[in-house]
């Protein structure tokens, strides 16, 4: 069983180039680790008129995705990255989860 999950972050206006360029260069290794959590098929898409990303990924029923956080990896990451986006005072990025409200298979 696999689990679809959805959330919202927001982008700092004007970064959106940026933005793509670091995912474009995302590190293998946090791929990796991605991948080693249980996360496949992940997509960000980005609303231009309210700098808002959209994010989906399908989580393996066994997953470690609770850890992630806890990795260096990710911190390095998180921290690279919060100079562009809205972050918690960790350095993550404030999430909002999004409700499922319609799916058509």
Do not use: K
């Amino acid at each position: 069983m696999v689990e679809r999950v959805a959330f919202r972050m927001r982008l700092t206006p004007g970064r959106m180039d940026e933005y793509r360029r670091r995912h474009d260069e995302i590190w293998p290794e946090l791929a990796d680790l991605l991948r080693s959590s249980g996360i496949s098929d992940y997509w960000i898409w980005l609303d231009p008129e309210t700098h808002c990303l959209f994010a989906t990924f399908v989580r393996a029923e066994a997953n470690s995705i609770h850890a992630l956080p806890e990795t260096e990896i990710m911190r390095r990451w998180w921290a690279m990255m919060g100079d562009i986006m809205e972050t918690n005072p960790d350095h993550s990025p404030v999430q909002v989860d999004l409700i499922p409200m319609f799916h058509l298979p």
